[in-house]
Every structure is written in structure tokens, then in C-alpha cells.
Nanobody, 122 residues
Framework: QVQLVESGGGLVQAGGSLRLSCVSS????????VGWFRQPPGKDREFVAV????????YNTNSVKGRFTISRDNAENTVYLQMNSLKPEDTAVYYC???????????????WGQGTQVTVSS
């Protein structure tokens, strides 16, 4: 069973931009905190960003602050991750995740997507 579906990944040169999208046909995002994790090749999965169920609060990890923006469109049941000024170290599989609260999502999300590959070349 697929809970979340990501799209928008691809190959981009350093300094470029991508926008990732996360949708769900089963979960109503207005009831959940939704966030993004990533797993670089050969490394552990790491938290990237989260947006609260109300959309009123967001948190980005330090490595992406000022470059990535998480947002949501509850009417479309979609969460986005706008990624600007991409760096080669941003290369990873990016996963969408959902949980009832931001704090529990960061620790261990209840729901996961399959991931979308983002590759940033020099």
C-alpha cells in the first residue's frame, strides 16, 4: 500500500532549482504535518523540512535554510519542496513523510512515500 507519492526529481546543475511535490489519495494533508527527508548515496536518511498541519509553522534543517522552502496547498492535497541554489551535496533520494505532529514526524514518521531521485551535478 502506497501512502504518499513524490514527483519532481531529476538531474540539475549546481545552482539550479527543482520543485518536488507530494500527494496522497488516502491521507487528508490538512490533518497532518507533512515533511521531507533525504538519503544521500552511502549515507543515512536525514530530515530536511516539515510544515505543520495548519501550514502556520515550518522548520528547515540548517543545511537547507535560505535555499529550500516547504509549502502546502490543502485544496489540492499537495505539499511542495521548492529547492533553489542546489549543491552537489543535495544529491539524494528525497522522501515525503506524514505524521500527526511535526515533532513526531521528525523523530519517526507514520507514513512514507517511495522517494524521488534528485541529482545535482557540478
Amino acid at each position: 500500500q502506497v501512502q504518499l507519492v513524490e514527483s519532481g526529481g531529476g538531474l540539475v546543475q549546481a545552482g539550479g532549482s527543482l520543485r518536488l511535490s507530494c500527494v496522497s489519495s488516502r491521507l487528508t494533508f490538512s490533518s497532518y504535518a507533512v515533511g521531507w527527508f533525504r538519503q544521500p548515496p552511502g549515507k543515512d536518511r536525514e530530515f530536511v523540512a516539515v510544515i505543520s498541519w495548519s501550514g502556520g509553522r515550518t522548520y528547515n534543517t540548517n543545511s537547507v535554510k535560505g535555499r529550500f522552502t516547504i509549502s502546502r496547498d490543502n485544496a489540492e492535497n499537495t505539499v511542495y519542496l521548492q529547492m533553489n541554489s542546489l549543491k552537489p551535496e543535495d544529491t539524494a533520494v528525497y522522501y515525503c513523510a506524514a505524521d500527526r505532529t511535526s515533532s513526531t514526524l521528525i523523530r519517526s514518521p507514520e507514513y512514507w512515500g517511495q522517494g524521488t531521485q534528485v541529482t545535482v551535478s557540478s
